[in-house]
């Protein structure tokens, strides 16, 4: 029997939980191997985002907790299937890092299925692998995207080629389905038995 097809969860301190545990467990019930991706091979803590009623920004409580099963280092993009960028505080932190600059760049150029939600865009958009595609976000990343030559769309989901976008967590059943079905397409070949 081979071995199921890994894919990428990109993450950092103040991850989003919603952003990182909802794609988890789907690429599981799809019979693909989710890949905790971090700047350390440890335990890192999430948090839950939500503008409250009568709020104009955004209020943070701390989530669950994840084990990064690999650091950026460490990572040969062949190896994968594909990528998922989460949300969360974590990206603006994270994305400076250069071998996740390396990654995301290898990501992009090989044209294999790319996810991101929420802030999730500042890593390609810092890696220069925005420009001209078209991309939802949380509105207050839509100035990281544009000024990095991408194209801000206000949609739960947005395909552009091998790159599937969501806003925030709300937009989770609208675009990790087309992002699990290129999946299955991309690796059908392997050999392994997987649904969406």
Not at 83 to 94: D, L, T, V
Request: aromatic share 10%; glycine share 8%; charged share 25%.
């Amino acid at each position: 029997m081979s071995e199921r097809p890994k894919v990428l969860i990109i993450i950092g301190d103040a991850s989003e939980t919603l952003d990182t545990m909802y794609p988890y467990y789907r690429l599981i019930e799809a019979g693909m191997q989710p890949v905790v991706a971090a700047p350390e091979k440890r335990r890192y803590q999430m948090v839950m985002h939500e503008v409250k009623p009568g709020w104009t920004i955004t209020k943070e409580w701390e989530g669950y907790t994840i084990q990064a099963d690999i650091t950026f280092a460490e990572i040969e993009p062949d190896d994968y299937a594909g990528i998922m960028f989460s949300g969360g505080r974590a990206p603006e932190y994270i994305r400076y890092d250069q071998d996740l600059v390396r990654v995301t760049k290898a990501f992009f150029a090989a044209e294999k299925p790319i996810a991101s939600v929420c802030h999730g865009v500042e890593i390609p958009a810092y890696a220069d692998c925005v420009r001209g595609r078209r991309m939802a976000t949380v509105p207050k990343c839509q100035f990281d995207l544009e000024v990095c030559g991408g194209i801000f769309v206000d949609e739960p989901c947005v395909v552009d080629g091998n790159l599937v976008s969501g806003r925030t967590f709300h937009d989770n059943g609208h675009y990790l389905g087309p992002w699990i079905e290129m999946l299955v397409k991309a690796t059908s070949g392997s050999g392994t038995v997987a649904s969406s």
